[in-house]
């Protein structure tokens, strides 16, 4: 476990620089989940460590493999300075463990809901599990370990994220697309959906 979260680290690190800030969040029950933060330029990410550190079982399965199974991060980025994002770390763990605490397995095109504000006065509640690859690769471990994916999320509002219940994350990824929305603002509002 600990061996793969320091890969994972590195990971990080190669793809985003040396973190500026880390937090650490243990629910009862589940692993240790911290979240990092990197600056670049006028973006911050946050990217969760710990998620990896077991592969995600299917809720179905009779018993979780210790060693097989999708694992994967999660990674948020927005524009700094405009809102206190930095109120996100707790929210991040809390999704990051959510594989443990629910049995779930998180994967491009999922919707992951908190119930509550990604931070303080955000307009989102909820975010879309995004395709990884683009911002940090995909990192291979031994086999019969599957890679550690870095999915990307993308901040959903109350509406957006009805709208992609009916319609899809195909169709509201096109949305924001079309729309030429800035999903790395913490402000903005929701794409038009009629």
């Known amino acids: 476990m600990g061996e793969v979260l320091a890969l994972v ?16 969040v243990t629910f009862l029950g589940t692993d240790r989940v911290e ?14 460590l710990g998620m ?7 809720p179905t399965a ?12 999660l990674v948020l980025s927005v524009r700094a300075g405009l809102a206190d994002t930095d109120q996100v ?13 629910e049995g779930v397995i998180v994967a491009p095109g999922a919707s992951l809901d908190l119930g509550a504000p990604l931070w303080p006065d955000a307009p989102f509640d909820s975010v879309l599990v995004a395709e990884p690859g683009g911002l940090v690769e995909d990192m291979e ?13 993308l901040p959903m509002t109350r509406n957006e994220a009805a ?20 999903l790395r603002d913490p402000l903005r509002g929701s794409v038009p959906l009629d």
């Open 141 to 153: 471990l031994d086999a019969p370990m599957e890679p550690v994916r870095f999915l990307p999320l």
């Open 163 to 182: 709208w992609k219940r009916v319609r899809g994350a195909r169709e509201l990824r096109e949305r924001w697309l079309s729309h030429g929305t800035d």
């Open 9 to 24: 680290e590195a990971r990080l690190s190669t793809a985003l620089g040396d973190p500026d800030a880390r937090a650490a």
């Open 52 to 58: 990896s550190a077991r592969p995600m079982t299917d």
């Open 62 to 73: 009779t018993l979780a493999d210790p060693v097989k199974g999708p694992r994967a991060e």
């Open 89 to 101: 770390l707790r929210p991040l763990a809390v999704l990051a463990a959510s594989p443990q605490v």
């Open 35 to 48: 979240v990092l933060r990197f600056r670049d330029g006028d973006l911050v990410r946050y990217a969760t």
